[in-house]
């Protein structure tokens, strides 16, 4: 019991980590799109902006572009509007605590423990172990598509 218990606790610190610092990673395109896609300088008045606003303002600034149509453009915003949405996600990990839910398995009457991290704001927003690994895998894989695209976004601007 203690061994697995020692595993799962290993497996959460992985996943929460690598789903942190691929968010960290996605921040920090953000604000490259916000250093480079931009004709004017702005960089300094919205570097301080909170991600979800800084990936409004590089929506909007892409879809007030000619080029808005372009294949690229259009995949790159949808990623960001994936990644705002999974930033939920993130905000749940970065500021709940693991804890353990005990409950009664309804079918078997059996005493149930189960590891998870619930938002201490939102009641509705918990994850457990089996969620977190698909979290991480699909942040993991968002933030390495989206430096893919902000590179060929950038070279088309230039």
């Known amino acids: 019991m203690a061994d697995n218990f020692i595993d799962e606790m290993q497996e959460w610190r992985i996943l929460v980590g690598t789903t942190i610092l691929s968010f960290g990673e996605i921040e920090l395109i953000t604000l490259k799109c916000l250093a480079h896609i931009p004709k004017d300088e702005i960089y ?24 808005k149509k372009n294949k690229e453009i259009i995949n790159f915003i949808e990623k960001l509007k ?8 993130r905000n749940v990990l970065a500021h709940n605590p693991l804890m ?59």
Not at 82 to 89: G, M, V
Not at 114 to 130: G, R, W
């Open 44 to 67: 300094k008045s919205v570097s301080t902006l909170p991600f979800g606003r800084r990936i409004d303002l590089v929506v909007e600034i892409l879809n007030s572009r000619e080029s």
């Open 82 to 89: 994936k990644a705002k949405k999974l930033s939920e996600y």
């Open 100 to 158: 353990a839910d005990i409950y009664m398995d309804n079918i078997s009457g059996d005493i149930k423990v189960e590891q998870i991290i619930s938002s201490s704001k939102n009641k509705d927003k918990s994850i457990d172990l089996a969620s977190l690994k698909e979290i991480a895998a699909e942040v993991e894989s968002l933030a390495s598509d989206l430096y893919m695209a902000i590179g060929k976004i950038i070279e088309a601007e230039q």
